[in-house]
């Protein structure tokens, strides 16, 4: 029997002009020929990037069910709108074919009346799961948490378990382990798959259960169950409630999601864009996001200029500090980005705590001073070729070893400090660490400059 593979992960450029074709023309007939051909996340990919015409044709044209599963994979944005444009009545009845987590993940992020419309549509069992996972906190373990899931008394043996399995109507579509509980309904230990399956029937299940099992509350930071999840290998984890009883378990592809979402949100933090705006957000929003940030870059380089200002006598008695300034104010700049980055890492991962703090700090403090010597000794070389002027080298060797030095030691200084007052370092750090490397760059060098050059 001859198999069919498909090989093929992203969306073929000749699938997409068909497609573009398909929509312009209105030929509805090749649309679904060509929709059959491709899966639910490549069809996400086609919504995310075609133009408003084509998405809002294309949406009016699928069915319910393959658009579900499609926006599943679509980003957050773009749920909103794709949501927005179908109404509240068309919109429920298309989550209703998703899972209650998928259904969380995609209307978390809507407004209070559109939510509440929503809900109002959807079956009235549906409605009362997204609710209560609504209800925990957001980025929360209590929203990652799938409420179908197999658990079984402690003192059943596998006939029982499996005879129970074969006729659970509800059993989910993937899990990995069996949830062993008391009679209080809290978990005390779980079974593998693969001990059902080689062990006697009569085996009871206490017996060979795992009794080392990690349980989380639901109200852990996403964050600390990729952790957890990391550290120890786990394939799922049961969720209990403040009561201690089990109330569903969080799978493996979740915790992968959670790290992805983690990851791109540090990223833009540092450059200080919003994690919640994407390319396909309005205009109006993406700029409300992006203009405080960019306001503090303005003022930061406003004081920076004033800093200038302050020395523009020696600036115009001595010609080459303006072009020495930049390379002292690009390296200490760099040099604080680099510690800035490892320092949330750290703090990310629980690498940094209170203990180790000190150590660190005075250890970048090292990194800095050695960093600085070996950069400026190469720096002086081309500095003596060009310039042939002592004093001036050795501000330019001065400088840049003291810039390297505070650069290095604010990069580990700032989201320490952030961490501590219980603010997040990847938001501001690299933004603050950046202007202040900056404005104490000009300064230092200036300041030397005026020190041993202009009073001389």
């Not at 073929?12 to 509805?28: F, R, T």
């Amino acid at each position: 029997m001859n198999i069919e593979t498909n090989y093929n992960y992203d969306l073929d450029q000749k699938v997409i002009s068909d497609l573009i074709e398909s929509i312009n023309g209105q030929e509805l007939e090749n649309i679904h020929k060509i929709v059959k051909t491709i899966d639910s996340v490549q069809l996400a990919y086609f919504l995310s990037t075609a133009i408003n015409d084509h998405r809002e044709k294309l949406i009016n044209i699928l069915n319910d069910n393959l658009l579900s599963e499609a926006l599943v994979h679509v980003v957050p944005d773009l749920q909103i709108r794709i949501i927005e444009t179908l109404g509240a009545e068309h919109a429920a009845r298309l989550l209703a074919f998703l899972d209650i987590e998928d259904i969380v993940t995609i209307v978390k992020d809507l407004d209070e009346k559109p939510l509440e419309n929503i809900l109002d549509y959807l079956p009235s069992r549906t409605r009362k799961s997204v609710e209560e996972l609504l209800s925990y906190p957001e980025e929360s373990a209590g929203r990652l948490t799938h409420k179908d899931m197999v658990i079984a008394p402690y003192y059943w043996t596998l006939n029982q378990l499996t005879d129970f399995l074969r006729n659970y109507k509800k059993i989910p579509e993937k899990f990995y382990q069996i949830f062993v509980i008391n009679s209080k309904l809290e978990p005390i230990g779980n079974l593998n798959l693969n001990k059902v399956i080689s062990h006697s029937g009569e085996t009871v299940i206490e017996e060979i259960m795992d009794r080392e099992i990690k349980i989380i509350k639901t109200g852990v930071d996403q964050e600390e169950v990729a952790r957890i999840f990391q550290d120890y290998s786990l394939l799922s984890a049961p969720v209990v409630n403040k009561h201690g009883k089990i109330i569903g378990v969080i799978l493996i592809e979740d915790v992968i999601k959670v790290v992805q979402q983690e990851t791109e949100e540090d990223a833009l933090k540092i450059s200080g864009v919003s994690s919640k705006t994407d390319i396909n957000a309005p205009i109006y929003r993406t700029v409300m996001k992006r203009l405080p940030w960019l306001l503090f870059n303005l003022i930061a380089a406003t004081i920076c200029s004033v800093v200038v200002g302050f020395f523009d006598h020696v600036i115009e008695s001595f010609i080459v500090l303006p072009i020495i300034m930049p390379i002292i104010m690009s390296m200490s700049g760099n040099a604080g980005s680099q510690t800035v980055t490892l320092t949330i890492r750290a703090i990310a991962t629980k690498y940094l705590t209170e203990q180790n703090a000190k150590r660190i700090l005075f250890k970048e403090f090292l990194i800095g001073l050695i960093n600085g010597i070996i950069l400026s000794t190469i720096s002086l070389v081309v500095m003596a070729v060009r310039f042939h002027s002592f004093k001036v080298e050795m501000i330019f060797v001065a400088s840049m070893i003291m810039m390297s030095i505070i650069a290095t030691f604010i990069g580990a200084f700032i989201p320490v400090t952030l961490y501590r007052l219980r603010a997040d370092p990847a938001v501001s750090s690299s933004i603050l660490t950046s202007a202040t490397t900056d404005i104490l760059s000009a300064l230092i060098l200036l300041g030397l400059a005026t020190i041993f050059l202009f009073n001389n």
